[in-house]
């Protein structure tokens, strides 16, 4: 059945209107906070499941803007449901431990706002079926993920990590947006009608699939798309984000950086999987090289990166853009197999992996420190989050019978059945994939390690944690020992919902059981145990390798740090060049520019000049533009300002003219007092300008000259173009039938403008709009004159 | 603000007095072209205000006029004696008339942003403008009463207040 459009909508903003009202709440309950912000999103849960048992399948839309066609539209399926259940159940947990993790912490307000507002543009994400509605809201979780990270303002890694996060995710957005616009160019090509709903596009995949190969864009908008849900999901080689990212409280690591806001990427990839991978895809298309390729590579790398990591939190950084790559992997691959891997390892992942971030964040409180090396022996301490950590330590490992497992096992066999098939070099994606599980199984028991083993020295006073604490990574603990006990049941109820969105065609679930035999794939997954386990004891040294390897260009960091410093090095030397505090510099570049831009755009469109002959004129207005040249030679050759400024109202009034005699008498009154108004305010402010009349160099004058030149040309071609392309009178016919009152009036005229003088018609009625802008704008420049003038001398002192 | 009066002496010595000092820069002749001519623009102003909508003119026209009539009193008599003898506002000697110009801009651009509005309540789109004939008035007959005027007349007060503001402080400098 449809979904109801009252409880999705409620979904969606009910997160963004209590954020809007948090910072009155937190005045109110102070650090209590925490536990209004987790009712929000057990209510949010509340209407998820709603919508979850009462089957909802389908799409809404609530009309926005009719006359555009523009319409705010959702569509719940078993993806939507997935990541909306993750979104808002990780939120109650998270926000309840927040209660505890931010005792004390500086602003609680701002914190619970865009933790509240990032829940809503999650599930925003989730649940979107229009294109633009997922960009906004894909923008709105980067911004609220900047802030997050940027929690501590005061800290100079915490603006880095924010910057870096913001730079990379919200320009992967965008190459994200040129590939739905692009997408949107061709459901016109393919479909009746353009379409930006992305239920539609999939429904038509071949007609779309067709019309973007036609034109060679089905690479581009591929390459687009992996590079918005590559940045998202800290893909290689834009993994880097992701560990700073962990200079926000961990809750938040917890929440946005391991269980919702980077499976947005992955949330991307299996949204749009059915519209590029048809039944009857080759093993190895475009879709399947891009990202089973692009998957493959971040999960070994990540993981090796994960080895060598010296901070809990940034192990478990690594280690989810590793997983990510899993996800991104199993959805790359052109069979079934595949598509069950990435649709089980979204909810294996967060379940284990959110519950691994609070552990990190209980150590990190109530030992003092996340240095690998300083801890050990937690388990004497810290009991139950022991179990969880060891619970969810295993299934990261992927080690049977928990849940990780499972999903693993399901990436191994697509891999294994992709190789079978391929043959020759296909083979090395099993390899790949075991090669980077093997270093999955090695920091998965280092983690699990730090509680087992003597305490090192130095360790202070562990204390024990708070139940807000202690309760939320339990809860995810036992979701973790639930999915690994009964999977199929979580199967059938949710992750098959999740593979029907990701397959084209009709929805079928899935089962999986413990392995009976000895088949090739659990053969991989027993080879990894076993190379796991004997490496184990040299994880020090692999650790130690790992970090000599990691120096210069290898890393991605390098390029990143370059590329900003030197972006920030060049903005450095150009701004004296081009912002120099003189006022005529300015005026030459935005002119220069402006000319540029407007002849390098006709030039590019091959706009060709209409012919001179049709300019004919009257001799009367010859005799006043030649009057208005006159004028013009002489404002250049002015012994004064005074003397300027009034040969300069020659110009203006003889235009004014001009006009007249082009029958504008609207135009020419409006010139008439502008010009006046405007000799006033010149003589008000000529005393104040400087005495500049120095012999200005020959450079200068022949600059200045060229620069007059080029603006004059460009002003004059651009009234030719602009004039030409009357479309054969129907615009002034249409003014004529529309603006004026019609002779068989009744008494009342609703439809048209009923003005006799068009050009107001048009300025207060058809284009109403354009004017109201423009007074906003003319009311801005006051504003700004009494800004810049009256508090001046009041301004900020420092 | 900081810089000296006497600047002012050298330049355009008929047309821009010291505020303080009215008699001693702008003659008899002047100053009594304005009192007649003062008028007549407003009046003209108004007019093409009101008639804009089908004959020349418009809010904006009628808006910079009036600005230029403000403009010529300013000019020939100062600031102060508007402000003092004509709107009696002695008292706000620190913000002046441009407390004035400001909420008049305000005003007009409320004045267009809420006439656009007005048709949401009979369920038209925003700024859909129409036009009432009201028939058998004595004296004028027929009277065509649109609704842009209201719109208008939010443009008109945007500009007059608008750019007064902007005069009254580059003025005041």
């Known amino acids: ?798 | 603000m900081s810089d000296d009066a006497p600047a002012n002496e050298d330049v355009a010595a008929a047309e821009s007095p010291r505020p303080s000092d009215v008699d001693r820069s702008t003659t008899v002749v002047a100053r009594t072209v304005v009192r007649v001519v003062v008028p007549i623009i407003l009046v003209t102003a108004i007019s093409l205000l009101l008639q804009g909508h089908n004959l020349p003119g418009g809010g904006f026209i009628g808006g910079v006029l009036t600005a230029t009539a403000f403009v010529l009193v300013y000019v020939i008599f100062g600031l102060d004696y508007l402000q003092a003898t004509i709107l009696d506002r002695r008292d706000e000697v620190d913000e002046g008339m441009v407390s004035v110009y400001r909420r008049l801009f305000a005003l007009g651009l409320a004045l267009a942003a809420g006439s656009g509005l007005a048709p949401l309540l009979f369920d038209l789109p925003f700024l859909t403008q129409a036009v009432l004939f009201v028939e058998h008035l004595p004296l004028y007959g027929e009277l065509e009463v649109a609704s842009a005027l209201a719109f208008d007349l939010g443009v008109y007060f945007t500009v007059v207040g608008a750019l007064l503001t902007i005069i009254a402080e580059v003025g005041a400098e």
Not at chain 1, 482 to 504: D, M, T
Not at chain 1, 598 to 609: K, T
Request: aromatic letters at 10%; one cysteine or more; hydrophobic letters at 55%.
């Open chain 1, 1 to 798: 059945m449809p979904p109801t459009t009252d409880v999705v909508l409620a979904v969606v903003f009910l997160p963004f209107v209590a954020a809007a009202v948090t910072p009155l709440v937190f005045r109110l309950l102070g650090e209590r906070t925490a536990y209004y912000a987790a009712a929000v999103a057990l209510a949010c849960f509340a209407l998820v499941s709603k919508l979850y048992f009462a089957g909802a399948h389908g799409s809404v839309a609530v009309e926005w803007i009719p006359s555009l066609g523009v319409s705010l539209a959702f569509y719940v399926d078993g993806l939507a449901l997935l990541v909306a259940f993750l979104a808002s159940g990780v939120g109650v947990l998270i926000l309840t431990y927040s209660g505890g993790y931010m005792h004390g912490e500086p602003g609680q307000a701002k914190y619970y706002a865009s933790l509240l507002a990032f829940m809503g543009s999650m599930l925003g994400v989730a649940l979107a079926a229009d294109l633009v509605a997922l960009f906004v809201f894909w923008e709105l979780t980067s911004l609220s993920s900047f802030l997050l990270i940027g929690h501590y303002t005061g800290e100079e890694a915490s603006k880095y990590a924010a910057r870096k996060s913001m730079l990379i995710t919200v320009s992967g957005g965008l190459f994200m947006l040129v590939g739905f616009l692009v997408l949107v160019w061709a459901s016109g090509q393919a479909l009746p009608e353009t379409t930006y709903r992305i239920p539609v596009l999939i429904e038509h995949a071949d007609a779309v699939r067709t019309a973007l190969g036609d034109a060679g864009l089905l690479v581009p908008v591929l390459l687009l798309l992996a590079l918005g849900a590559g940045t998202k999901s800290a893909q290689v080689p834009f993994h880097i984000w992701l560990p700073n990212a962990m200079e926000a409280p961990t809750p938040v690591s917890a929440f946005l950086h391991s269980a919702t806001m980077v499976k947005a990427g992955v949330y991307l990839v299996g949204r749009f999987r059915p519209l590029f991978l048809p039944p009857e895809a080759p093993i190895l298309g475009e879709w399947t090289t891009l990202f089973a390729v692009l998957g493959l590579l971040t999960m070994t790398v990540a993981a090796v990166l994960a080895v060598s990591a010296t901070d809990i939190k940034e192990l478990l950084a690594y280690s989810t853009a590793s997983h990510l790559g899993l996800i991104v992997a199993g959805f790359g691959f052109a069979n079934a197999y595949g598509a069950e891997a990435g649709a089980f390892h979204i909810l294996n992942h967060a379940s284990f992996k959110a519950a691994l971030f609070l552990v990190a964040g209980i150590v990190a409180h109530e030992a003092g420190t996340r240095d690998i090396a300083k801890l050990g022996g937690l388990r004497k301490h810290l009991p139950v989050t022991a179990v969880v950590a060891v619970v969810a330590s295993l299934s990261m490992a992927g080690v049977p019978p928990f849940n990780g497992f499972y999903s693993k096992e399901l990436l191994f066999e697509a891999t294994y059945y992709a190789a079978e098939e391929m043959g020759g070099v296909g083979w090395l994606f099993p390899v790949v994939a075991v090669f980077g599980s093997v270093f999955t199984f090695l920091y998965s028991i280092k983690f699990a390690s730090l509680f087992f083993g003597d305490e090192p020295d130095g360790l202070g006073h562990v204390h024990r944690p708070p139940v807000t604490m202690l309760v939320p990574p339990a809860v995810l603990g036992v979701l973790v020992l639930a999915i690994s006990g009964q999977p199929n049941a979580f199967i059938e109820g949710l992750v098959g919902g999740v593979y029907g969105s990701v397959v084209p065609g009709d929805a079928h679930s899935f089962s999986v059981h413990l392995p009976t035999e000895l088949s090739p794939y659990f053969v991989m997954s027993l080879v990894t145990m076993a190379l796991g386990a004997v490496l184990f004891p040299f994880y020090d040294r692999i650790h130690a390798g790992v970090r000599t390897l990691l120096s210069g260009p290898v890393r991605a960091n390098w390029w990143y740090d370059n590329a900003v410093d030197g972006a920030t090095a060049l903005s450095k030397r150009v701004t004296p060049l081009v912002q120099n505090g003189l006022l005529r510099t300015y005026v030459i570049w935005a002119l220069a520019a402006v000319c540029a831009l407007a002849l390098g755009g006709y030039a590019a469109l091959g706009v060709s000049l209409p012919p001179l002959t049709e300019l004919a004129v009257t001799t009367p207005i010859l005799l006043v533009l030649l009057v208005a040249v006159v004028g013009a030679f002489a404002v250049g050759i002015a012994p004064s300002h005074v003397a300027g400024v009034l040969t300069l109202s020659i110009v203006g009034f003889m235009v004014a003219i001009f006009y007249i005699l082009a029958d504008a008498p609207d135009l020419a009154l409006t010139q008439l007092v502008v010009e006046t108004l405007v000799l006033v305010i010149f003589l008000l402010v000529l005393d104040r300008l400087p005495a500049f009349y120095g012999r200005p160099r020959a450079a200068v004058a022949v600059r200045d000259a060229a620069l007059s030149l080029v603006v004059g040309v460009t002003v004059f071609v651009t009234v030719l173009v602009s004039t030409a392309s009357n479309p054969n009178k129907a615009l002034a016919q249409f003014l004529a039938e529309r603006a004026g009152v019609p002779s068989e009036h009744g008494s009342l005229i609703v439809d048209y403008g009923g003005g006799g003088n068009v050009v107001n018609v048009i300025l207060v009625d058809f284009r109403g709009f354009d004017t109201l802008g423009e007074i906003s704008v003319v009311a801005m420049a006051a504003i700004a004159v009494l800004t810049l003038i009256r508090m001046r001398s009041r301004g900020e002192t420092q």
